[in-house]
């Protein structure tokens, strides 16, 4: 027997690829015999993950699938013959893409229908979060657990500091950091003009990082309110960067931001945990259980609001002593060594209903 993870696509630097990735090594150190496979592989990892079209499996093995969204191969992986495991990473509700992007749109209604098939498929699954396990009980699924993203501290702090970036940007000015794929249910755009509101009302000292690729057509509105707001000199736009300038970026920042409608887990918000950053965030979806009492949440986005919130924040040192406390704490929660217990449990309680499947 051994434990088989396949998905659509993995990446070098996505998410979900991570956590596969870093479940096939938790496997292996459990002593298990594993093997990934994909629809679609990063040539920077072939050497990893093989072809779809190199697939192999026995009835004995355990098929994990890590689900993203909608995609042809959801087909494949609802009719395999035999009953297998789900990651589910969750998949962004649709409507935050209906008149912007009609392939993610479609994308994503596709693959609501197509989670049922999955669940119906599945003899057990994982949610990236509670808020994503809800889903999976929502559907009917009777065994279900919570496998959080595994992000791990030192995996970031190894890179040393971009020394361009230190020396141009680690200065007095108040730095806000968001970090993740800019599409438009992220909010970036609110997050310009919250900082608007900040340099008209509070102080005209501020910056605001964008970091990562942003989506072509919602980077052009964006550009465009930036440069109509007056907020050229406080907006930077870093496109693509390596994990080295990600890093950077986290060191540099006073606080990481997220006003973003929708998350499975949000792994920007550990990073800046990791990095002892205090973090502001719009509470929805998973956002609340994966920051715990490690930042604050906001419920109000008015521009006013998000604006007045950090700066009261960033200037009340208990505040940020306490601050600092929580993220201590929701880190030792998120500890590999605590995953890896859980993780540990929750395979020994898929071999046996595996067995029971025999």
């Not at 996505?14 to 496997?27: F, P, T, V």
């Not at 995609?71 to 789900?86: A, C, E, G, H, M």
């Not at 600092?324 to 395979?347: C, N, V």
């Amino acid at each position: 027997m051994k434990f088989v993870q396949i998905a659509h696509a993995i990446t070098k630097d996505d998410a979900a690829s991570r956590q596969l990735l870093n479940m096939d090594s938790m496997l292996k150190e459990l002593g298990y015999d594993t093997a990934m496979f994909a629809h679609k592989v990063d040539s920077r990892l072939t050497d990893q993950v093989k072809s779809m079209e190199a697939f192999s499996a026995t009835a004995e093995d355990i098929i994990i699938y890590h689900m993203t969204t909608g995609t042809s191969f959801n087909k494949w992986v609802y009719n395999y013959p035999q009953k297998i495991v789900l990651y589910y990473h969750n998949i962004t509700p649709a409507k935050f893409f209906f008149g912007n992007a009609w392939g993610s749109w479609w994308k994503c209604i596709k693959g609501r229908r197509e989670l049922k098939k999955i669940a119906a498929n599945s003899f057990f699954a994982w949610g990236a979060s509670e808020y994503s396990r809800k889903e999976l009980v929502d559907l009917g699924m009777e065994r279900t657990a919570v496998m959080s993203i595994v992000v791990e501290p030192g995996k970031y702090t190894q890179y040393e500091p971009v020394a361009s970036l230190l020396d141009k940007y680690q200065d007095d000015v108040p730095t806000l950091l968001m970090v993740g794929r800019g599409v438009p249910h992220k909010k970036l755009d609110e997050a310009i003009v919250a900082v608007h509101w900040y340099k008209e009302h509070i102080s005209p000292v501020i910056r605001l990082v964008l970091a990562g690729n942003i989506k072509s057509s919602y980077a052009k509105k964006l550009h465009r309110m930036v440069e109509s707001l007056g907020l050229v000199e406080q907006v930077i736009f870093t496109g693509q960067i390596s994990n080295e300038e990600l890093c950077t970026w986290y060191r540099i920042t006073d606080a990481v931001l997220s006003l973003s409608e929708h998350e499975g887990f949000c792994v920007p918000l550990v990073e800046g945990m990791i990095f002892d950053k205090p973090v502001f965030a719009y509470a929805c979806s998973a956002v609340p259980e994966t920051l715990g009492e490690a930042g604050v949440l906001l419920k109000d986005k008015s521009p006013e609001a998000i604006a007045t919130i950090i700066k009261n924040v960033l200037n009340d040192q208990d505040k940020l002593a306490q601050l600092a406390d929580g993220r201590k704490k929701r880190l030792a929660a998120l500890s590999y060594d605590r995953l890896m217990e859980k993780f540990r449990q929750d395979i020994k309680t898929i071999i046996e209903l595996k067995k029971q499947l025999s």
